[in-house]
């Protein structure tokens, strides 16, 4: 409470005064510019990027799954595609399962990894992965692509491993973004509140 | 810029007693309250969100190490476990390491990868891995579950790859959370310090 | 409210001059901390994290090519070598590239996963994989390896994993950080903007 000085000789209630004064408005203005600030963040969008480098079917499905899932949540979304994930991008992608090395797959019969090997398992694992997500109404990599290209999802190809791998932009779906490096793609990723390496 | 009255005594110093008075106060109220903020934030356990794809035993590993390990250091944890990663939460589970597929694999001998697709390669590597964490102290993976259940790291499994894979949630361990989709996770793992695809 | 005394002449004035006074110098005060606050942050560096978990040729390419990249546009960065990841540390190391169990890899011809399993196999995609990365200008994992210790990439290996699968301090390259384990490195890792599970 500011007691005015009768005399208004009173230095030290002028100070009083003012620190009072201040105190209250720099509290208010403080607590003002804070939530302003919070409320700016809360209204930004998440981000969420994910470097997609694998070219097989079963590992073709999370990044879009994700990246699709994220977007019904409002967040900003980028799928950088490098090394085998280019393969996904293709228009005549022919996305496989692989069988060996993943001890992991169920299989529909036991079997030693040595089988796993012949021919006709690498299409046998396919197919049945195929079927497995269609009976069980996910969709398929051929509907989460265009879903993804539809909500904006920013599917990134990867310029440097293209040259590489001897992938042409010309035989990638339509829809995406410009071909671009690394640089640009962290630089993009770099306020991202979830990263994932695929 | 104020204009005290010259009529007024002592306007001219009424104003930069008023400014200093201010400056100094602004200063120190505004320090003390982002002082307050950047404590709050610092109390805030830090956030590690980890997405677990795989089922074999060498990557059933890292999920849960680094799960544990964030707990130790009093982050708050989540492994959403989805797609050949289902497989850690089951009860009778059979985690193998592949070998085929995996030329880094430590070999006790020198082998072409058609000799690592052998019926007896897989789990002649799974015993030697197992043996391998055992001998240098570090927990097995049902040690590893029982320690994340303990800490309270929220062990998620993923409905939507349940229904595909064809994974029950009565086969699995207790003392994890409900079977629930990716929206929920990424919107769990929204604020995330550090997320990881496993 | 400041109720001035009636006996001070013009005391509504001095409060009224106080408020807006106190009002202006409070509002440019709080808005240069923090712009100043937001510049702290801008000029912070962007931290990367890796968690380099494999040991073939392909997946010695990604950690190494982004934590280059990302030293270029001025981010801290930080690769910890753990399970397989250990290989790429080495200074005798012979990264393969694994065919069988990646129906995604570039073959010269199609052919079943049997084939990919044959001796030859391992060798061949690993010389073709160095001969395209050659051919179009990227650099080796060796000249990768350099310039990440040249440009101050923290490359970590992780204790724990070597003592597990027998790798020695003292058959790693130089430049690298001295050993340590996933509690150093998550909480080296706290407050990264962008972290990737390679």
Chains 1, 2, 3 share one sequence.
Request: aromatic fraction near 8%; proline fraction near 6%.
């Amino acid at each position: 409470m500011v007691q005015a000085s009768e005399t208004m000789t009173g230095a030290g209630d002028l100070d009083a005064l003012i620190r009072d004064r201040v105190d209250a408005l720099v509290t208010t203005r403080v607590d003002e510019l804070m939530a302003l600030e919070a409320a700016r963040k809360a209204a930004k969008p998440k981000k969420l990027s994910i470097i997609a480098t694998k070219g097989t079917l079963d590992w073709a499905y999370p990044p879009l799954i994700l990246a699709t899932t994220a977007k019904t949540l409002g967040w900003e979304v980028g799928i950088f595609f490098t090394f085998y994930g280019l393969k996904i991008l293709q228009k005549k992608r022919n996305l496989e399962v692989g069988t060996t090395g993943n001890p992991a797959m169920p299989m529909p019969i036991t079997m030693p990894q040595l089988m796993t090997a012949l021919p006709g398992m690498t299409p046998m694992a396919t197919w049945m992965m195929k079927r497995q997500f269609k009976d069980h109404g996910v969709a398929s990599i051929d509907e989460l692509l265009d879903l993804a290209v539809e909500m904006g999802v920013k599917l990134i190809p990867c310029g440097m491993t293209m040259d590489v791998f001897g992938f042409s932009k010309d035989g990638f779906i339509d829809g995406i973004e410009p071909v671009c490096g690394a640089t640009h793609f962290l630089d993009w990723a770099s306020d991202s509140d979830v990263s994932l390496f695929v």
